[in-house]
């Protein structure tokens, strides 16, 4: 198998809606069949996932929904919930003190504190690997759009330098080393032939590198359109203005295609293209053939 797919931390990231959950689905399918128990994480997500495989909508359980895979959407309120029961274990405490509207008001302050709880959970279970029970080989997380994403991951950053050293600081020292170890942790940049797309990965890509020092295992291009129609086919279509317009806009969606192409070769990462699938929704068959893709084009 190749490097990224090597890789026990798998975080698919990308601007909204250019495709992150469709390839986190992918590739966890892919490594799932691979013998590889594999945990797709969302993070408070619309639970499409879980359907989209085939499967009923998963919710903040970690839930295992066929061989070798489980599912969750982390949620930052399930994730806080779980996190304070483990170490109150009360659900009255809980109850009385974090549902507490006032509490809640407050809690709202304390910068990104959802987010670390639930970075803390998924790294925990990686942290699981591979001995213990119910490990897992591969963690592919279905990170939100990219601004949410990059405060997601820079958090283990502003903890270890906000901390003063204690039992809290270490957590965040050791959350830091996974993020940041290319062992472990590869990120997957999903963009489209477009140019906003393609601008916002070029400058993803500069922020998880020089700010959060963390490995690009891949850049997809999803829905990709390659050329079918030369000056030949399209002359053969004159006085068919309907078809002759479609080719034309096929084409210049190939041409948009390689264009990306020659932007995105600057971020020096491999690059592997997805083509443009035409079924009305993607279902299972889709995301193996996707997987398939993915694994030929990284290996
Ligand atoms: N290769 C593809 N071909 C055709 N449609 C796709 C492809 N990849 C994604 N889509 C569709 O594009 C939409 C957005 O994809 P999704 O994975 O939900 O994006 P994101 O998670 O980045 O918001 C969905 O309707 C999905 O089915
Ligand atoms: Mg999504």
Redesign the pocket.
């Known amino acids: 198998m190749s490097g990224l797919l090597d890789r026990r931390l798998l975080l698919v990231t990308?601007?909204?809606?250019?495709?992150?959950?469709?390839?986190?689905?992918a590739l966890a399918l892919r490594l799932a069949s691979a013998g590889l128990r594999t945990l797709l994480c969302e993070v408070n997500a619309d639970r499409?996932l879980g359907r989209?495989l085939g499967h009923p909508e998963v919710g903040s359980e970690v839930t295992p929904v066929e061989a070798n895979l489980a599912m969750v959407d982390l949620e930052p309120d399930a994730s806080m919930r779980e996190y304070v029961l483990s170490k109150i274990p009360s659900q009255r405490v809980y109850r009385a003190v974090f549902e507490n509207r006032l509490v809640r008001y407050f809690l709202r302050f304390i910068p990104a504190l959802a987010e670390t709880v639930m970075l803390g959970k998924v790294m925990w279970h990686l942290r699981q690997w591979p001995d213990a029970p119910g490990g897992f080989d591969r963690i592919v997380l279905?990170l939100p759009?990219t601004g949410h994403a990059l405060t997601l991951l820079g958090v283990p950053h502003s903890l270890v330098s906000a901390l003063p050293s204690g039992p809290m600081s270490t957590e965040a020292d050791w959350m830091l080393e996974l993020l940041t170890d290319p062992v472990i942790t590869s990120t997957v940049l999903?963009s489209l032939p477009e140019e906003l797309p393609v601008n916002e990965t070029l400058e993803l890509a500069q922020a998880l590198r020089s700010r959060l020092k963390v490995r690009i295992g891949a850049v997809v291009l999803?829905?990709s359109v390659q050329s079918r129609f030369g000056p030949g086919n399209l002359a053969a279509l004159s006085g068919r203005p309907g078809l002759t317009a479609l080719a034309q806009a096929y084409e210049e969606d190939a041409r948009r295609t390689e264009g990306s192409v020659e932007r995105l070769r600057a971020i020096d990462a491999p690059l592997v293209q997805?083509?443009?699938?035409?079924?009305p929704?993607?279902g299972r068959a889709?995301l193996e053939a996707?997987g398939d893709v993915l694994a030929e084009g990284l290996r």
């Open positions: 990308g601007k909204g809606g250019v495709g992150k959950s469709t390839v986190a689905a499409r989209m279905d759009a999903v999803n829905q997805l083509p443009r699938l035409v079924s929704a993607l889709e996707l």
